[in-house]
Each structure stands twice: as structure tokens, then as C-alpha cells.
């Protein structure tokens, strides 16, 4: 109701306890309005222990180093088997295959990843990951001639294959919405950690010593697996609250209010009717859906336009670019270092993704690195007309500026982002196997770049190489800016939602609590 002021002016404010208004010659009573209580910040009431979450990341990601040593092996490994001084030469031909042929084996190992998931829980096949790695490196180690190599390798892209998705997907799983970001983060860091431990370690020993020393992190790693239970989310997909409750309680501490998340957990469950699912047509039916079509279309050409930007022909073909590109310092030096700055700019874009989200960053891969490939692109053409001329390079540290820049750009983002969003976009029923599904796309252009390095650069000359990496990365940014959401703090419900069209959009205030 309005009160009057003294100029007849009808007011609607509050009312000041000092200074109560009078009508009629009558003091109002006034009716105090309880103040209410201060907010906390929200969230942190009831949160388990970051630690727990933590250790449990870092022991499931420890197999995503094997993938940086898979995809680092070759860089050091081919100009040793290449030189006259080898007891175990290749032609060019084979040292294709060799670099490329453990992407050959990753797109099966994501497909039976994916399955084994769905089937026999996470954990389970994280161990079973490991089996393969371990056979392939001793079988390279062992190798007496390319074939045994090839099987090496085969196997060892098998293996990296299988840890991928279960690796992303456990940590996503078992982490809070706010860790999940920078956690999921972590098989990024493994992955860089491998490639800098193959190329230190292939700088200074021989291949084959490389291959036997690598055996050692799936072996750490299935040791590991065994102290970790399984997932919440997969036990109570398969109706063992019991066990998901026990689970949960292992990786939350008694910091965090065990009964209510599961309870959330189980009304998602019920609300959305997920179950496990038992025959193919309803296995069909879900990989159908608009919640699994549209993250698994984005996501596809997301790992195609960042694969193709050519961030694995530098990783798997290192020493020889820096060969190639006129650089005048030690070519294994400039491997190591680029090694060691693709793992500390993975830290710092792990850190970056939970404050600045998934969209800026892919922005900064897309742009800086089809600008950098672009000036590598102009100065390898003019490394071209020097040789040709018999003219001494100039400005050598061009290449290697734009080299490392390039590392850092693709670092902060591409490295980074799609690998976390695997465990973030897809339905809890199907996660594992669209996730499988996911990698091995993302694989299968790995293979496609990698193998087809040597033939472009006949055909287009290293510049020309680098310039269509360059041109199609920035072309990409178009396709992120109209598609790729913001997944940064946000529920694996409600970004399960959007994609089933649920809600319209993930661009407000979350409003709904962990309960995927």
C-alpha cells in the first residue's frame, strides 16, 4: 500500500526505522522486516575433498602419458634408424609406416574402449589398457627387423587408443563440476609428458632402449588402477547404489554430503529413465538421438580442423622440421625444448580452462595457430629460393619463433579442450561408447596427417605443406564461434539437456546442482 508524502506525492519506498512517516496525526506502526541472512558463496557448502578427486585423476591419467611417448617415438626414433650408422635401416616408405601405423591401431582400440566401457565399467578397462602397451614396447624394443616394428607399433596405438575415453571419462565422473575442468585437463598433461620423455630420452639413447624404457609407465599404471574404485555413475547405471554409494564415499572424503549427492544422482536416473542398455536397437536408438548426434558432430570436426592445423606432423616429424626450416641451433635441442614447452603451457591451459572457458581458448588455438603456420609457411618458401640461389639463410630464428609459438597456441586450446568436452557432452547411458567413438575419429585424423606429410610435401613443397595447416586452422575459428558451446561450469545434466534441446541455451547461471 502507498504512503503519502509531504507534497501529496504518493511514495512507494521503504521505511526508515529513524524516521517513521506520519498520517493523520498518527504515527504508523511499524513492522520491522527480518534481514536476511548473508550468502554464501555457493557451492562450497558440503564439497568433498579436492585431494582425493586429485590423486584419483592423476593415477587414471598416468596411461595418457604413453600416448605423448607413441606419438614422440618416431620424431627421435626415424633419423636414428634413417642413418647409415643403424643395424636396422628403412627407406622413407617405411619410416611412414612407422610413424603412422600407431594411429592405424588407435581408432580399434577406441571402438573396443568404448564398448569394454559400457560393458565392464571404467576401471576395468583401464586395466585391461595397459596390456597392449606393455607387449608393444617390449615388442619394439626386441625388433630384429620393420615388421616386428610395425606389430610394435600397432599394438602400442591399440593401447593409446584404450586409455583415452576411459581415462577422460573416469576423471569427469568422479570430479566435481567445479575440478572437472582443470582435471579433465589432465590427460592433456600426460599426454605432453610423454612426448617430452621421449624426446629427452630419445636424444640421448638408442631407439631401441627408448622403446624398453617405455614399457615402464603401463606397467606403474596397472599398479595403480588397482587401488581406484570404480565410477558412481557406472554403478548406478548397472542398479548397485550400495556399491556407488561406497565409492563415492572413497572419492568425496567425509567432507562432502555423501547422502545428497547420490540422491540427485538417483533422481537424474529415475527422472530421465536411464538404464542400461541391453539390446542393439536400443543402443541404436540412443547413438540416434539429437543429445548424442549433435555433440558427436561437433566434436568430430572439431579434432579434424585441429588435427589438420598440423600440430602432430611437427609432433611426430620434429626433428626433421627443424631440419627443414634452416634453423641453425642443434635440432634435437629445439625437439627437447619444444617438448618442454608443450608441457608447461598444458599446466598453464589447464589452469586457463577454469577460469576462462572452453570457447576463448579454442579462439586462441585456432587463430594463433594458422597465423603461425602462415609465417613459417612465407619464410620456408624463401628457404627454398635461398638453396636454389645458393644464398646463406637469414633470420633463421623465424622458424623456431614460429615453431614454438605455434606449440604454445595449440597448447592452450586444442590440446586441451576437446579431450575434456569426451567427458562432458554425452549421455551418461552411451558416454563410453560415443566417447570410444569420438577418439577413434579423432585418431583416424591423426593418421590421415601423419601419413600424408611426405606425399604433400612432394606435391606442394614444405611451404605449401604448412600454408594449407595454416589456412584451414584459421578457417576453423568460423565453424567454433557458430557451434562449439561454453560446457565451463556447467552440469553434466544441463549440458545434457541442451543437447537434447531440453533448454535453449548454456549461456545463463547455472541453476541446477551435480547430478551426472
Not at 575419429?441 to 595447416?469: E, R, W
Request: hydrophobic letters at 40%; proline letters at 5%; aromatic letters at 10%.
Amino acid at each position: 500500500m502507498a504512503s503519502t508524502s509531504s507534497d501529496g506525492v504518493p511514495y512507494y519506498g521503504s521505511v526508515s526505522d529513524a524516521t517513521p512517516f506520519i498520517k493523520n496525526g498518527v504515527k504508523a506502526t511499524i513492522t520491522k522486516t527480518p534481514e536476511k541472512p548473508p550468502k554464501e558463496k555457493p557451492g562450497k557448502e558440503g564439497r568433498g575433498k579436492a585431494f582425493k578427486q586429485i590423486v584419483a585423476a592423476l593415477i587414471v591419467n598416468l596411461g595418457t602419458i604413453n600416448t605423448g611417448m607413441a606419438f614422440g617415438f618416431s620424431a627421435t626414433a626415424l633419423p636414428q634408424l634413417k642413418s647409415g650408422n643403424s643395424t636396422l635401416t628403412i627407406t622413407e616408405s617405411e619410416a611412414s609406416w612407422i610413424a603412422s601405423l600407431s594411429a592405424v591401431g588407435t581408432p580399434i582400440g577406441c571402438i573396443l574402449s568404448g564398448y569394454l566401457m559400457d560393458n565392464i565399467g571404467r576401471r576395468r578397462t583401464l586395466i585391461f589398457t595397459e596390456v597392449p602397451l606393455i607387449i608393444g614396447w617390449i615388442t619394439i624394443s626386441f625388433a630384429q627387423n620393420v615388421i616386428m616394428i610395425y606389430i610394435g607399433r600397432l599394438l602400442v596405438g591399440l593401447g593409446s587408443g584404450m586409455v583415452g575415453a576411459p581415462a577422460r571419462v573416469y576423471t569427469c565422473e568422479v570430479s566435481q563440476p567445479h575440478l572437472r575442468g582443470m582435471l579433465g585437463a589432465m590427460a592433456s598433461v600426460g599426454v605432453s609428458t610423454g612426448v617430452l620423455i621421449v624426446y629427452i630420452i630419445g636424444s640421448a639413447t638408442s631407439w631401441n632402449i627408448l622403446a624398453g624404457v617405455s614399457a615402464i609407465v603401463p606397467i606403474i599404471s596397472l599398479l595403480g588402477m588397482f587401488v581406484l574404485p570404480e565410477t558412481p555413475n557406472y554403478l548406478l547405471n548397472q542398479d548397485k547404489t550400495e556399491k556407488a554409494e561406497k565409492s563415492l564415499s572413497k572419492l568425496r572424503g567425509s567432507t562432502c554430503n555423501l547422502n545428497d549427492e547420490i540422491q540427485k544422482m538417483i533422481s537424474f536416473k529415475e527422472k530421465n529413465h536411464v538404464e542400461p542398455l541391453k539390446s542393439t536397437r536400443e543402443i541404436v536408438k540412443a547413438l540416434l538421438a539429437p543429445s548424442t548426434l549433435k555433440p558427436f558432430g561437433i566434436l568430430a570436426l572439431y579434432f579434424f580442423i585441429y588435427q589438420w592445423c598440423g600440430v602432430n606432423t611437427i609432433t611426430f616429424y620434429a626433428v626433421e622440421v627443424f631440419e627443414a626450416s634452416g634453423a641453425t641451433l642443434d635440432k634435437y635441442s629445439l625437439t627437447i625444448s619444444m617438448g618442454v614447452l608443450r608441457v608447461i603451457f598444458t599446466v598453464v591451459g589447464c589452469i586457463l580452462c577454469r577460469r576462462c572457458g572452453r570457447r576463448p581458448l579454442t579462439f586462441v588455438s585456432s587463430l594463433g595457430c594458422g597465423t603461425s603456420m602462415v609465417v613459417l609457411s612465407v619464410y620456408l618458401y624463401y628457404v627454398q629460393y635461398w638453396k636454389e640461389n645458393n644464398l646463406p639463410p637469414q633470420y633463421s630464428w623465424i622458424p623456431v619463433a614460429s615453431i614454438y609459438l605455434f606449440m604454445i597456441f595449440c597448447t592452450l586450446g586444442f590440446l586441451i579442450v576437446p579431450w575434456i568436452m569426451i567427458g562432458e557432452v554425452y549421455p551418461t547411458q552411451v558416454r563410453g561408447i560415443v566417447g570410444g567413438m569420438t577418439t577413434c575419429v579423432a585418431h583416424m585424423s591423426i593418421f590421415t596427417v601423419v601419413k600424408t606429410f611426405p606425399l604433400l610435401k612432394h606435391s606442394l613443397n614444405d611451404y605449401g605443406t604448412f600454408g594449407l595447416y595454416g589456412a584451414l586452422s584459421l578457417a576453423g575459428t568460423a565453424f567454433f564461434y557458430v557451434f562449439l558451446p561454453e560446457t565451463k561450469g556447467k552440469t553434466l545434466q544441463e549440458i545434457e539437456d541442451y543437447f537434447s534441446g531440453r533448454i535453449k541455451s548454456l549461456s545463463g547461471k547455472n541453476t541446477q546442482t551435480e547430478i551426472a
